[in-house]
């Protein structure tokens, strides 16, 4: 069993930056964390992740303006975003995948709100 718990959400300007955080705990092994992100009325959808041994997966409509890093001794992976758009507001979720048992969990979410 994993949990997650995330933090770093807000209301930011358009152009401006937010950093989340999510910590891991319980049962942790190696493993993929990242986040995805649903805005109203959509599907939920991929943003970035970063495996325990350092591969990095980035959606297209992100790359260039967000990095996702972790820290394997605290099990916390963070998500920097700059240059923020309108478009970026959604809820965003942690994720953990277990390499061992692919097992998949996910944080509560946390609200982006970017102003035009």
């Known amino acids: 069993q994993v949990q997650l718990v995330e933090s770093g959400g807000g209301l930011v300007q358009a152009g401006g930056s937010l950093r989340l955080s999510c910590a891991a705990s319980g049962s942790i092994s190696t493993n993929v964390m990242g986040w995805y992100r649903q805005a109203p009325g959509k599907q939920r959808e991929f943003v970035a992740t970063r495996s325990t041994f350092g591969s990095t997966n980035y959606a297209d409509s992100v790359k260039g303006r967000f990095t996702i890093s972790r820290d394997n001794a605290k099990n916390t992976v963070y998500l920097q975003m700059n240059s923020l758009k309108p478009e970026d507001t959604a809820v965003y979720y942690c994720?953990?995948?277990?390499?061992?048992?692919?097992?998949?969990?996910w944080g509560q979410g946390t609200q982006v709100t970017v102003a035009s």
């Open positions: 994720y953990y995948r277990g390499y061992s048992d692919g097992t998949e969990y």
